[in-house]
T-cell receptor, first 113, second 111 residues
Framework: DAGVIQSPRHEVTEMGQEVTLRCKPISGHDYLFWYRQTMMRGLELLIY????????DSGMPEDRFSAKMPNASFSTLKIQPSEPRDSAVYFC???????????FGPGTRLTVT | RKEVEQDPGPFNVPEGATVAFNCTYSNSASQSFFWYRQDCRKEPKLLMS???SGNEDGRFTAQLNRASQYISLLIRDSKLSDSATYLC????????????FGRGTSLIVHP
């Protein structure tokens, strides 16, 4: 298995632009998580899905952030409009019910100027 | 009080040393506990689960003290390749899989 796939790996955009991050979980995994990591705040859980349904989005910073999972093999995290404080590494992770490990993707390094 | 507290370090140790990291968590309902390892500019990866009875995996030993809400990780005979950030992760209340990641402890092993 190729593992969790994220794209793009790097994104540089200007303030006010829309940013879309993409994730393909490991086949067969029924949980998908979106995280954000910064030096100041560490690794924060933004939202997670179970069987494509959003379960808890309490970590989403504000209405500028939205996430979807239209099917079991694809999820997006969208920021509109983006702001410099959104600069961070965004990780997607997936997991199978009953197993301990979450498998993380390589992350998307977002810079908003 | 933060949900998960870890000493950020860095811990600078020579090869062959024994080093221990501690972690405290605030949610007494946490059901599962893990240590993840994150290399510089890489994604976190599971290092080991932490069981109530304590568990060992080669040079690594993890302990859990539920009464004190405290988790530890001991690394014996440190290798250069152990240099990384170690994240403490209590998880789950009521059957959920919600993990809470600590900020991590940085370890640097030098020759």
């Amino acid at each position: 298995d190729a593992g969790v796939i994220q794209s793009p790996r790097h994104e540089v955009t200007e303030m006010g632009q829309e940013v879309t991050l993409r994730c393909k979980p490991i086949s067969g995994h029924d949980y998908l998580f979106w995280y954000r990591q910064t030096m100041m705040r560490g690794l924060e859980l933004l939202i997670y899905f179970n069987n494509n349904v959003p379960i808890d989005d309490s970590g989403m910073p504000e209405d500028r952030f939205s996430a979807k999972m239209p099917n079991a093999s694809f999820s997006t995290l969208k920021i509109q409009p983006s702001e410099p404080r959104d600069s961070a590494v965004y990780f997607c992770a997936s997991r199978y019910t009953g197993e301990d490990e979450q498998y993380f993707g390589p992350g998307t390094r977002l810079t908003v100027t | 009080r933060k949900e998960v507290e870890q000493d950020p370090g860095p811990f600078n140790v020579p090869e062959g040393a024994t080093v221990a990291f501690n972690c405290t968590y605030s949610n007494s309902a946490s059901q599962s506990f893990f240590w993840y390892r994150q290399d510089c500019r890489k994604e976190p990866k599971l290092l080991m689960s932490v069981y109530s009875s304590g568990n060992e995996d080669g040079r690594f030993t993890a302990q859990l003290n539920r009464a004190s809400q405290y988790i530890s990780l001991l690394i014996r005979d440190s290798k250069l390749s152990d240099s990384a950030t170690y994240l403490c992760v209590p998880e789950g209340t009521g059957g959920s899989y919600i993990p809470t990641f600590g900020r991590g402890t940085s370890l640097i092993v030098h020759p």
